[in-house]
């Protein structure tokens, strides 16, 4: 619904579409108190139609707090307003299971698994 959202978003953006990159656990968790990204939500992915929710994301973050997060906020301007996550990267995942890494990563099209993990959810 719009116009119930923020009207400047966490970064001072107002308008379109701003992407935000490297956002550590700290941060994601003051956006999330906020309310400026739902933690239920997520974003459905060709062939994962449970791909991960924010809340995941942030459960990921708090585990390896070296991780960072990146992505957009639409403005509360338009209709789809909100904050969405379309990467997660780690440079040192050499102590993360495999399995820990790919599950953080289902639905993502471009991906990096081992000793470092970079997940990208191009939906350009």
């Known amino acids: 619904?719009?116009?119930?959202?923020?009207?400047t978003g966490p970064t001072g953006e107002i308008g379109g579409a701003q992407a935000f990159e490297g956002v550590t656990v700290e941060r994601l968790a003051q956006v999330l108190d906020q309310k400026f990204m739902d933690p239920s939500?997520?974003?459905s992915y060709p062939g994962e139609p449970n791909g991960p929710t924010h809340w995941d994301y942030f459960r990921f973050l708090c585990q390896h707090p070296s991780a960072t997060v990146s992505g957009y906020?639409?403005?509360d301007e338009r209709q789809d307003y909100g904050m969405f996550i379309d990467l997660i990267e780690l440079a040192d995942a050499s102590e993360v299971?495999?399995?820990e890494q790919k599950r953080i990563c289902?639905?993502?099209?471009?991906?990096?698994?081992g000793s470092e993990m970079f997940c990208w959810w191009d939906t350009a």
């Open 73 to 75: 906020m639409i403005s």
């Open 41 to 43: 939500q997520g974003m």
């Open 106 to 113: 289902r639905g993502a099209p471009t991906t990096t698994f």
């Open 1 to 7: 619904m719009a116009g119930t959202g923020p009207t």
């Open 97 to 99: 299971p495999l399995r």
